[in-house]
Nanobody
Framework: QVQLVESGGGLVQAGGSLRLSCAAS????????MGWFRQAPGKEREFVAC????????SYGDSVKGRFTISRDNARNTVSLQMNSLKPEDTAVYYC???????????????WGQGTQVTVSS
C-alpha cells in the first residue's frame, strides 16, 4: 500500500504561481511512477504530468506544457508540481497518483491522494 497526501493548493490570480506537493509513504518502491491529474466540475479526470523513479523522464499534458514542472525528491518521498502562468481554466482539484508504469491514463495508477483544490481567478 502507498499513501499519498497533497498540499499547497489555494486561490491565486491569473498569471500567478502555485507549488503543489505530495508526500508518499508506505511501499513507495512498488509504485515508482508519480503523476498529477486534475478534475474540474463536470469534466473527466485529466492528465497533468508524471515522472519516473529516477526523475529523468517526465511527461506533460498538452494544456500545461511549458508552464508546469514536475519534480521529485526520493530521499524525502515527495513529488512537486510547480505551476506558473496560471489560467482560470487550470481551476480544478489536483490529485497525486502513484503507479508502476509511465502513462497518461488514470488506469495506469494504483494509488491516489485525496486531492487539493486550485482556484485561479480572472
Amino acid at each position: 500500500q502507498v499513501q499519498l497526501v497533497e498540499s499547497g493548493g489555494g486561490l491565486v490570480q491569473a498569471g500567478g504561481s502555485l507549488r503543489l506537493s505530495c508526500a508518499a509513504s508506505g511501499r513507495t518502491f512498488s509504485s515508482p511512477v508519480m503523476g498529477w491529474f486534475r478534475q474540474a466540475p463536470g469534466k473527466e479526470r485529466e492528465f497533468v504530468a508524471c515522472v519516473d523513479w529516477s526523475g529523468t523522464f517526465t511527461s506533460y499534458g498538452d494544456s500545461v506544457k511549458g508552464r508546469f514542472t514536475i519534480s521529485r525528491d526520493n530521499a524525502r518521498n515527495t513529488v512537486s508540481l510547480q505551476m506558473n502562468s496560471l489560467k482560470p481554466e487550470d481551476t480544478a482539484v489536483y490529485y497525486c497518483a502513484a503507479g508502476r508504469v509511465v502513462g497518461q491514463m488514470p488506469g495506469h495508477y494504483d494509488y491516489w491522494g485525496q486531492g487539493t483544490q486550485v482556484t485561479v481567478s480572472s
